[in-house]
């Protein structure tokens, strides 16, 4: 197969990509993939140090990228993000929404501080990030954002009542934001991603958690976070995904396909 062929389906020159939690573990592999495929990187995370370590790590692989603090907690600072996106090249073709927290307690144990927090960042976040973004695309003539679900977007998983309301929200969300836009160029989809390990999630995976999951997964291994990048180039495409908005894609394992 020729490069100049996979170069045409796939590459993204002279595209600006967002990443909101890109200096975390999916959201670094997600920007990665982005900067191998051409596109100029905009690293958004809560502090200069995390995103600063991304960026550093995108310009060794060769790729061009930049950076911007962001706190989806508010609506000003994802629109300051906007606008220092556009300084790159007047244009943000490409919005991934990968922040997000998680709260593991029993339902009795969880509290109302839990639930606002996780659904504050993981989906009104989404909410607020995909409204400030889809005007842009929607007046420069287009645009694809790719919102990161989970398993729990389909399914409840035990002690992350919070998250799993979330995650079922943004494909939600996500599949409504694909219908209002779909003649006026903005694509919407969402990645569901299975178990990596990662920060957010350590301190819940206990030995009997990791034996469930393991249970559970056909392919009886924990993904890895540079497994999501085919997903998403697939997604974010404006060749090879452009007939392609308002579903999602599993990246699990098999998890959401099995039923022992
Ligand atoms: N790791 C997994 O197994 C897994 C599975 C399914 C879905 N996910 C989702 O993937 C995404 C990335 O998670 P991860 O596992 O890489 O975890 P991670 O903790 O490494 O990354 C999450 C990132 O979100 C950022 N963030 C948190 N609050 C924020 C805020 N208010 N504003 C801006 N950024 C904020 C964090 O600083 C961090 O860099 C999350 O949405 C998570 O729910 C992860």
Redesign the pocket.
């Known amino acids: 197969m020729s490069t100049n062929y996979l170069e045409h389906l796939f590459g993204l020159d002279g595209q600006t990509a967002v990443v ?9 592999a997600l920007c990665a993939g982005l900067v191998e495929a051409g596109a100029h990187v905009v690293v ?4 200069d140090d ?1 995103c600063k370590m991304r960026v550093k790590a995108l310009e060794e692989l060769g790729g061009k990228a930049s950076f911007c603090t ?4 508010s609506r000003k ?1 994802i629109e300051n993000l906007l606008s220092e996106s556009l300084k790159v090249s007047g244009r943000t073709e490409i919005l991934v ?6 709260a593991g307690t029993s339902f009795l144990d969880a509290t109302d501080a839990d639930w606002d927090r996780v659904l ?3 989906l009104r ?1 989404v909410f607020q990030a995909c409204q400030i973004f889809a005007r842009h695309m929607v007046e420069k003539g287009g645009g694809a954002i790719v919102n ?5 977007s389909h399914l409840p998983l035990s002690r992350v009542f919070a ?1 799993s309301a979330s ?1 079922a929200g943004v494909l939600n969300l996500t599949r409504n934001i694909a219908q209002e836009f779909g003649t006026q160029g903005v694509r919407a989809n969402v990645i ?10 350590r301190r819940l995976l206990d030995q009997t958690r990791i034996d469930n999951i393991m249970h559970g997964t056909p392919m009886r291994r ?2 890895e ?1 540079e497994e999501l990048v085919g997903a998403l180039l697939l997604l974010v495409s404006p060749r090879a995904g452009s007939f392609i908005t308002g579903t999602h894609i599993n990246v699990d394992g098999g998890f959401t396909a099995a039923w022992f």
């Not at 909101?20 to 670094?28: D, F, H, K, N, Y």
């Not at 990161?148 to 729990?152: K, P």
């Not at 299975?194 to 920060?199: D, I, K, V, W």
């Open positions: 909101i939690g890109g200096a975390g573990v999916l959201g670094g958004a995370d809560v502090t995390c962001v706190d989806v907690t600072s929404n990968c922040a997000g927290v998680n504050t960042i993981n976040g990161i679900g989970s398993v729990t998250y995650k569901c991603p299975g178990f990596f390990p990662a920060e957010q999630n924990f993904g976070a």
